[in-house]
């Protein structure tokens, strides 16, 4: 149980394109997701909290004109990548959490993102 | 807000061994710490988590360790094998801080056969 699945696994995009990562929890419904951004050999990112039905709150430091997240269901959420650029590159995570399962995150595969 | 410090950042140990990765969190109000387990090119995967109210957790060959006094927690894996060569991650969670997880830097674990 508890599985959380994400797509696509891998991006490569052009400079100026938009790319939609999806996370979907595959087995559970959750009021909550949270995406990440993972850059090598360092730790997780926390770059926003999607809650089904309501905007996104953001950390501070991220642009949420640049980064839209829209959670439209118990089961998905999705986080648009604008006008990305090369210094977007990198692996992006979500995670969800149980609709009863309080404070624990099941994380998804995560998606690597490369502008060109 | 939280701080989460973890060590060592890199562990090598010879099959068979034991492994011991500690962290120290900043905020008393944290009252869950999971720990993650991931493999290169995957998204972390639980491996094992415990709440404020209990002091020690077992589930098979991992274990984890809270001591609220003093604000650390530690993870034990026995008898290590190749497969546990990972990256593992400590997390802290405050509800004072909305709920969030708040990760350690990371532990590169190398398991040497």
């Known amino acids: 149980g508890a599985v959380v699945s994400q797509h696509p696994s891998w991006v490569i995009c052009k400079s100026g394109t938009s790319v939609k990562i999806e996370c979907r929890s595959l087995?559970?419904?959750?009021?909550?997701m949270f995406w990440y951004r993972q850059f090598p050999k360092q730790s997780l990112m926390l770059m926003a909290t999607?809650?089904?039905?309501?905007?996104?709150?953001?950390e501070q430091g991220v642009e949420k004109d640049k980064f839209l997240i829209n959670h439209a269901s118990l089961t998905l959420s999705t986080l648009t990548v604008t006008s990305a650029h090369p210094e977007d590159s990198s692996f992006y995570i979500c995670?969800?959490?149980?609709?009863?399962?309080?404070?624990?995150?099941?994380f998804g595969p995560g998606t690597r993102l490369l502008v060109l | 807000g939280e701080n989460v410090e973890q060590h060592p950042s890199t562990l090598s140990v010879q099959e068979g061994d034991s492994a011991v990765i500690k962290c120290t969190y900043s905020?008393?109000?944290?009252?869950?710490f999971p720990w993650y387990k991931q493999e290169l090119g995957k998204g972390p995967q639980l491996i094992i988590d415990?709440?404020?109210?209990?002091g020690e957790k077992k589930d098979q060959r991992i274990a984890v360790t809270l001591n609220k006094t003093a604000k650390h927690f530690s993870l034990h894996i026995t008898e290590t094998q190749p497969e546990d060569s990972a990256v593992y991650f400590c997390?802290?969670?405050?509800?004072?801080?909305?709920?969030?997880?708040?990760f350690g830097a990371g532990t590169i674990l190398r398991v040497k056969s």
């Open positions: 997390a802290a969670v405050s509800r004072e801080y909305g709920n969030k997880l708040v």
């Open positions: 415990i709440r404020s109210n209990v």
């Open positions: 995670s969800a959490r149980d609709l009863y399962g309080q404070e624990t995150q099941y």
């Open positions: 905020d008393s109000a944290s009252n869950y």
């Open positions: 087995d559970f419904q959750a009021t909550t």
């Open positions: 999607s809650n089904e039905g309501s905007k996104a709150t953001y």
